[in-house]
């Protein structure tokens, strides 16, 4: 099977701009959430999506924002960046979200430097 | 939601056996314990999850004590290959739950 697939993998943005990430779930997963990394506050949840709805959402400003398709392929934006969201944005998939005995499957993230 | 509190950095050298223990004090009864893997610009991986008691694989052992108020990820023999930061995530079955990650384990491993 083929891994969680992120795009792009490295973009470079100016402050005030807007950005969209992409993430293709493992074939079958329905649960897809995003996480933000930063090396001051680490891993932070941002929301997840189930079947094309948001069951989850972080502490995180409007700006962030997600949606999921049909396909259980996700897209997440970003409006009017800030130099601090410079981070590596994770995508991760799973049948239902990483509770119980379901881990979660991590694509290898979209860096993300804001100028 | 089950808070986790981990080492923040630990060392250790090619071929000993390297334990690191996770704190989760409030875990709830339906909650798993899962171990993740992650190196630098890479996402997380999966290494080993467990409920109760004791639980081993290719790579690893999670040993959970009785009250499930911690556990300890246990790898054999380490290598230069397995430095990394290694993070505790407690969940549980019921949607509504945010899944947490503490702030990880940094292992370093030297020759």
């Known amino acids: 099977k083929a891994g969680v697939t992120q795009t792009p993998r490295y973009l470079i943005k100016t402050r005030g701009q807007q950005v969209t990430l992409s993430c293709s779930p493992i074939?079958?997963?329905?649960?897809v959430s995003w996480y933000q990394q930063t090396p001051g506050q680490g891993l932070q949840f941002l929301f997840e999506?189930?079947?094309?709805?948001?069951?989850n959402k972080g502490n995180f400003p409007g700006r962030f924002s997600g949606r999921q398709f049909s396909n259980s392929r996700s897209e997440m934006n970003v409006s009017t960046l800030e130099l601090g969201d410079s981070a590596l944005y994770l995508c991760?998939?799973?049948?239902?979200?990483?509770?119980?005995?379901?881990?979660?499957?991590f694509g290898n993230g979209t860096r993300l430097t804001v100028t | 939601l089950a808070k986790t509190t981990q080492p923040i950095s630990m060392d250790s050298y090619e071929g000993q056996e390297v334990n690191i223990t996770c704190s989760h004090n409030n875990i709830a009864t339906n909650d798993y314990i899962t171990w993740y893997q992650q190196f630098p610009s890479q996402g997380p991986r999966f290494i080993i999850q467990?409920?109760?008691t004791k639980v081993t694989n290719e790579v690893a052992s999670l040993f959970i004590p009785a009250d499930r108020k911690s556990s300890t990820l246990s790898l054999p023999r380490v290598s230069l290959s397995d430095t990394a930061v290694y993070y505790c995530?407690?969940?549980?079955?019921?949607?509504?739950?945010?899944?947490?990650f503490g702030g990880g384990t940094r292992l370093m491993v030297k020759p």
């Open positions: 999506y189930f079947s094309e709805t948001q069951r």
């Open positions: 467990g409920y109760k």
């Open positions: 995530l407690v969940g549980g079955p019921n949607a509504g739950n945010m899944l947490t």
């Open positions: 074939s079958g997963h329905r649960s």
């Open positions: 991760a998939s799973s049948p239902d979200g990483g509770r119980g005995n379901s881990p979660l499957h």
